[in-house]
């Protein structure tokens, strides 16, 4: 049964720091192409960052450049989603998504909650 849990959302204040987990079961970890999406309020899923299945290889959405660093622990099968300097536009719950590298299967948990606000 494959399964993605995601932790670590909360609220922070403006300027804090997160780190989100997400903990994979279930499938081959390291043939996935791991990445977090967040979706806001009444707005669409929008992917934040992508990393590789062998962590060679990173991408992140313009907003959070320079703020964000995306990693995966291959041997813990966990991604990773460190967030520093967060902003109020940063509210969203967050997802982790697992899309294969070989064939079109792709996998979702269930979000993380994040809230920046004083």
């Known amino acids: 049964q494959v399964q993605l849990v995601e932790s670590g959302g909360g609220l922070v204040q403006p300027g804090g720091s997160l780190r989100l987990s997400c903990v994979a079961s279930?499938?081959?970890?390291?043939?996935?192409?791991m990445s977090w999406y967040r979706q806001a309020p009444g707005k669409g899923r929008d992917l934040v960052a992508t990393?590789?299945?062998?962590?060679?290889?990173?991408n992140y959405a313009d907003s959070v450049k320079g703020r964000f660093t995306i990693s995966r622990d291959n041997a813990k099968n966990t991604v990773y989603l460190q967030m520093n300097s967060l902003e109020p536009e940063d509210t969203a719950v967050y997802y982790c998504?697992?899309?294969?590298?070989?064939?079109?299967?792709?996998?979702w948990g269930q979000g993380t909650q994040v809230t920046v606000s004083s």
């Open positions: 990393i590789t299945g062998a962590g060679g290889s990173t």
């Open positions: 998504n697992a899309r294969s590298m070989l064939y079109p299967t792709s996998y």
């Open positions: 279930g499938f081959t970890f390291s043939s996935y192409a």
